[in-house]
């Protein structure tokens, strides 16, 4: 049996993989949320296109309003969709030590059963997608999103208390045997627990904690941890909390890697109520980062300057990510990318 490894995000791709919002799913309710959706996952497809290959994934019967949109670069697939967060519903692929690509299936739930949600058929993504990869499949019994884990693809994986111990997701289940399959199925040996993700995030549509907007790994040695600077927002103790933990467990390990931070755009709420907009909630791509704008230019230059610095040789692509994130997650929470091999 193969030993696997899940590589760092910066690894050379393959290409890309999303899911188009499927008609009939909660991402919107009238023509003009239709319209918002569709023209945001766009958006990040076609920017995509321009430096790799992006395989989308149609809902049948949604090929038509898909091309409307999508640059003609851009492969359809048709496969049953109940919605397009293709970081969660889609394998997370990993290489193994002969160099072949493995792709591991994990349970998928509708993020813990959430009474809004529906996955009868994004349950079967990850297994339609690792066979159009020609990726050996590496099923796993446990509830997880790719979301969920964030590794620097030489053995550390960041994930959250509220996601992996979910009873919801995994009842029962302890942190050894959380660690234990992470182990087994992405080579992880060290394993950075924070306690919980952002409050909006955690909110009724939210997935209970993602770690892939709370932090992620630049290389080896740059660790990018979110930031809110404003005590007026909850968020504010939240990635105190996390930093000083990430701090401790570093520090505890004798490991040197440095901790950049990402601070959030000034805004604090919508209609909906505190906003947990991300700038760490990016993408990295063959030559580029495809990065989450927030309509203020201060904010968003700082940000994607620090991306610049970390990401050196890297085009940092600014797309207007709040779109998304009204409808639950960001542009690395509609993605998955494909390793090459």
């Known amino acids: 049996m193969s030993n696997w490894r899940m590589p760092i995000e910066s690894h050379p791709q393959e290409r890309v993989f999303m899911a188009w919002p499927a008609s009939g799913g909660y991402l919107f309710t009238d023509a003009t949320s239709a319209a918002e959706a ?9 920017a995509i296109t321009e430096h790799e290959h992006l395989t989308m994934l149609v809902n049948p019967g949604d090929e038509k309003i898909a091309k ?26 990993v290489i193994g030590e002969n160099g072949e690509l493995g792709a591991v299936n994990y349970v998928f739930n509708g993020w813990g059963a959430q009474r809004w949600a529906k996955w009868d058929k994004d349950q079967h993504v990850g297994k339609i997608v690792a066979e159009l990869a020609g990726a050996t499949i590496i099923n796993s019994e446990m509830v ?18 509220t996601v992996q111990l979910d009873p919801g997701r995994n009842p029962g289940w302890s942190k050894a045997q959380v660690e234990d399959e992470l182990r ?8 950075l627990w924070l ?24 290389s080896e040695d740059v ?27 570093l520090q505890e390990r004798g490991d040197k890697t440095a901790i950049l931070t990402l601070p959030a755009p000034e805004i604090l709420r919508d209609s909906e109520g505190f906003v947990d907009y991300s ?16 309509g203020e230019k201060a904010a968003d230059q700082r940000a994607h300057s620090i991306m610049a610095e970390v990401y050196p040789g890297r085009e940092i692509v600014n797309l207007d990510a709040r779109d998304i994130f009204t409808r639950g997650g960001g542009i ?10």
């Open 195 to 218: 306690p919980r993700g952002l409050t909006r995030d955690s909110d009724e549509f939210g997935t209970r904690g993602h770690s892939d907007i709370l932090a992620a790994f630049a």
């Open 332 to 341: 690395h929470c509609i993605t998955q990318q494909q390793p090459a091999v």
């Open 279 to 294: 700038y760490i909630n990016h993408l990295v791509i063959n030559n580029a980062v495809i990065a989450c704008g927030f």
């Open 144 to 161: 997880n999103e790719g979301g969920g884990i964030q590794v620097d693809g030489i053995g550390r994986v960041i994930v959250t208390d």
């Open 184 to 191: 087994r199925t992405i080579g992880t040996t060290g394993t």
């Open 68 to 93: 409307k949109y999508l640059a003609r670069q851009v492969e359809l697939v048709t496969a049953p969709l109940n919605d397009a967060w293709m970081r969660d519903i889609g394998p997370s692929f």
């Open 223 to 249: 660790l990018l941890m979110h930031e809110q600077t404003n005590p007026a927002h909850p968020d504010y103790a939240i990635s105190k909390e996390n930093i000083e933990i990430t701090q401790r467990w």
């Open 38 to 46: 569709y023209t945001a996952w766009a958006s990040v497809a076609n």
